[in-house]
Structures are given as C-alpha cells and as structure tokens.
C-alpha cells in the first residue's frame, strides 16, 4: 500500500494531466452513489460537516472520500479542510493506497473548473479574478491558467492582508498575480471570475458582470450558501458539475429554484454533457457563462487514480 501525503499528492496531480483524466472519467463514467453528508455539532462553534463520497469502475478501483470541514478553523489558523482517501483494487479489494484527502480535493476541484473552463471560457481569457484566499485559491489560479493563456489575475479577500499576501506568493514573470479591494471594478475587467469561499451572502452582483465573462463557482456547498446573486443566474448560460449534486447541494442552484428565478430546464447541462460532446459550452464571444461546482466523487477516482499511477511511475524511473 502507497501513503502519500500532502505534498506528494499536489505533485502527482500537475492540472494539464489531471483536467485530462477528468475529461476522460466523465465520457466513461462511475458508479457514484449519494454522498453521505452529516452535520456535526461542535461546542460553543458553527456545525462541523463530515462528508463520505464513495465511486468504483466494475473491475478497476473502488475510492472512498473521508472529509471534515470545520467552517471557523480559519480563524485559528487551520485548515477548514480535513481527511482522506483510500484507493481500492476493483477485484481484489486489497487497499493499494492511502492519500491525504485535503490535497486530492484541492486539485480535482481546481481542475474540475478548469475543465468547465476549457467549454464555457472564451479561448482568448488573460484576466482572472480569484474571489477568495482561502487553500483552494492557488490550485484554482494554476488551473485555469493551464486552460487558458491568463497572464494577469487579481486576487480579492474579506481580509486584504491575506490577499496581498497571496498575491505576493504567487506573483512571477509569467503570471502577475496582485491584490485589489475593489471587487466590483475587478469583476468588470475580468475574463474569468473564480469563487471560493464560505459565503452565506452573494458576494457578485450580476449587473457586475462583463460581456463574455466566465463565472466560475466553487464555494457554496450547502443550500444555505450563496456566492452569486440572481441576477448572475438570469444573465448566464449555467452548467454544472453533477446535476444532481448542483439540485440538492449548491445554493446558488437550490435558491434560485427555490424562489423560481431558475428552473431545471434553465441548466444547460453537466460536464458529462460537455465531456462527451452531447451539449454545446460556449455559444458565442459575447455570452456570460456560469459553472456551479459541488464536487463529485468520480472526480475524485479520476485523480486518486491518477495520483498513484504517476507516483509508481516516478518510482519506476528512480530506479532505472
């Protein structure tokens, strides 16, 4: 059995390969039943959640997803994100790895966008603005940026000293990356907008938006949470991860149902749809696409998988 951790992950995982594997996973598809998603109390803190996202592919590996997310660990300078992943062989069920879950959830998210990216972004994308500060952002900018030829991103936070600090980080010759506090103005000079945040509240207006923008949503995980307002949802033509993830879980999706602002027929489809050819992204240049992510477990198959083939493959190499 293989143990990799954080850092092995992330290195296993570059995004060209992994939004690859992606794509591929979806043309075939998994078994993916629903996801166990349970509230966990915490004294005297917000409600923990402890999610269990199992998938398989008959006869090749069966993934179990164990995660934690406490929402307040920001404020104690911890990760919200805790857990892991154990790869299982398809027909023998003997355990062939064990992987820090954090960072596979990382990297198969950031490159689940990506993907949505390489359908509903224009092809000629160089400003990117990442809403949020939080793990995810750093795999979200690196991402798209193998997507598209981003070669200047803007970072916004609730704290602008986080962004500032992020933005030094990942700021180099072939990628200025710098902080702003105007979020509006940010929105309408961007050509793809990414959210990754624990946002009750929307936090993009949809009268904000350009002309041939790409909203891309990662936070908002929960009916409850809300990172774009309705106005984003009436102007874009929306995709999702899952449909049936986005239906029960994203309350970007939920809340404009809900209220009857979106319906069903409204969603133009899914990344099945969009990885097989079945639906078209992008229509035309001047068109707002929106992508809502929720995470699905045959996301994180594809990369586990991944992870562990590439893994054995350096090793292969390391002892030639």
């Known amino acids: ?22 794509r591929q996973m979806f043309r075939a598809g998994a078994e993916t039943p629903a996801r166990h998603h349970h509230a966990i109390p915490v004294p005297g803190r917000p409600d923990a959640s402890l999610l269990l996202m199992p ?16 929402p307040d660990n920001a404020a104690r300078q911890e990760p919200s994100l805790g857990g ?13 790895a064990l992987m820090d879950g954090p960072a596979l959830t990382l990297r198969r998210t950031a490159a689940a966008s990506a993907l949505a990216a390489s359908y509903l972004a224009r092809p000629d994308c160089e400003r990117l603005l990442m809403v949020g500060t939080g793990a995810l952002a750093a795999h979200l900018i690196e991402a798209h940026a193998s997507v598209r030829p981003i070669v200047n991103v803007l ?3 609730r704290n602008p000293e986080k962004a500032a600090k992020l933005a030094r980080r990942l700021d180099r010759r072939n990628l200025k990356v710098a902080a702003t506090t105007d979020l509006a103005n940010a929105v309408r000079g961007a050509h793809i907008v990414s ?12 009268h904000w938006l350009p002309l041939g923008v790409h909203l891309d949503l990662v936070g908002g995980f929960r009916p409850e949470m809300r990172e774009a307002d309705d106005d984003c949802v009436r102007r874009a033509r929306i995709f999702v ?22 319906h069903e027929d409204d969603i133009a489809g899914d990344l099945f749809d969009l990885a097989r050819g079945s639906r ?38 390391s002892t030639l």
């Open 1 to 22: 059995m293989r143990v990799l951790g954080y850092s092995e992950v992330v290195a296993a995982l570059d995004p060209p390969s992994l939004v690859e594997a992606l």
């Open 55 to 70: 998938a398989w592919q008959a006869g090749r590996q069966i993934g179990v997803k164990l995660v934690t997310v406490f």
């Open 84 to 96: 892991a992943y154990v790869l299982l062989d398809g027909q023998t069920g003997r355990t062939l």
């Open 155 to 157: 970072v916004w936070g």
């Open 195 to 206: 959210c990754a945040t624990l946002s009750e509240e929307p936090l993009i207006a949809g």
């Open 241 to 262: 991860d899952t449909r049936a993830g986005a239906l029960g879980e994203a309350g970007d999706i939920v809340q404009p149902l809900n209220s009857g602002v979106l």
């Open 280 to 317: 078209a992204g992008r229509r035309y240049h001047d068109q707002i696409t929106l992508f809502k992510s929720v995470g699905s477990a045959l996301e994180d198959l594809a990369a586990a998988r991944l992870a562990l083939e590439n893994v054995r493959h350096s090793s292969a190499h």
